[in-house]
């Protein structure tokens, strides 16, 4: 069985996966099952990963935590937005040759609907919230609605430091552009961050929510984490779309080798983001 199994330095998850090609394809739902293993096993669930307990337990956070947090975050929207774009194309050019396959047809039309949302807004609770214009692509919105206030509530030294590079996310951006250049990579992409996304929106509204300084909150009104409370509301159906064992991204894969390079490069993904949660449980922690 594919699993993930401890490293031996006892921090992150190491791949351990059998060769099975020549074997028999298994059903979505069970490749579902297996990614939803790498999630559980890589302690990337609310009550077993540091970032989302430490989220849970803050009472204040400091402009300059939330910074480190957001800024990067700003930097994984943008990237997960273009990658998951230019992996349609690559969806695209793989449906370009001979007739289809209905499973990458499907696949297609789920990943242009959620990604979709990114640019567009198509969903009600983001079509509500979001502004208009390229002001509402979700990275810009981002940028514009909590990364400009904690820039501006942060002194010279503390944006340096809030803004410092993070090897971590570096990796994540490093594997995304590699995972658009195939239609199974942009459908791991995909796959696995709308399996989390609900959790992290989460954690964010926890800890945005009690940014202060001088005693003062710094987003007080009620709109100021629109972002996030949008994300709150639209991540179930985007993560229907994305399981679906008939338009999910699983049925993509409908061989057993397809299926061993989508549990390969899912393991890997799931390992870069377990490496970001932890620098961003660290940010919170040396405030």
Request: hydrophobic share 50%; proline share 5%; glycine share 6%.
């Amino acid at each position: 069985m594919t699993s993930l199994v401890p490293s031996p330095d006892g921090e992150l998850p190491t791949l351990a996966l059998p060769r099975s090609r020549g074997h028999a394809a298994l059903r979505p739902d069970l490749i579902e099952r297996r990614i939803g293993e790498f999630i559980e096993q890589a302690a990337l669930t609310p009550n077993r990963n540091g970032f989302f307990l430490a989220a849970r337990g803050t009472d204040a956070v400091p402009p300059v935590a939330a910074l480190c947090i957001a800024y990067h975050w700003r930097d994984i929207a943008r990237a997960f937005l273009l990658c998951a774009l230019k992996g349609l194309g690559s969806m695209a050019e793989e449906a370009s040759r001979g007739e289809p396959r209905p499973g990458l047809l499907r696949a297609l039309q789920a990943a242009h609907a959620a990604i979709g949302d990114d640019l567009n807004n198509r969903l009600p609770a983001f079509r509500k919230a979001a502004p208009a214009g390229i002001a509402g692509i979700h990275y810009v919105w981002w940028q514009d609605s909590i990364v400009a206030p904690l820039l501006a509530r942060c002194d010279a030294a503390e944006r340096a430091r809030g803004t410092a590079p993070s090897t971590a996310v570096d990796e994540l951006l490093r594997q995304m552009q590699a995972l658009s250049r195939s239609a199974i990579g942009v459908a791991v992409q995909l796959r696995v961050m709308e399996l989390m996304a609900f959790d992290i929106a989460v954690a964010f509204r926890r800890v945005f929510g009690r940014v202060a300084t001088g005693g003062r909150k710094v987003f007080a009104h009620r709109d100021d984490l629109a972002w996030i409370d949008a994300h709150l509301r639209a991540e179930a159906v985007h993560s229907r779309s994305m399981r679906d064992p008939d338009s999910g991204m699983a049925a993509l894969a409908d061989t057993a080798a397809r299926q061993e390079d989508m549990l390969m490069h899912a393991a890997a993904f799931v390992k870069g983001w377990a490496a970001v949660l932890a620098d961003f449980e660290h940010a919170l922690s040396a405030r």
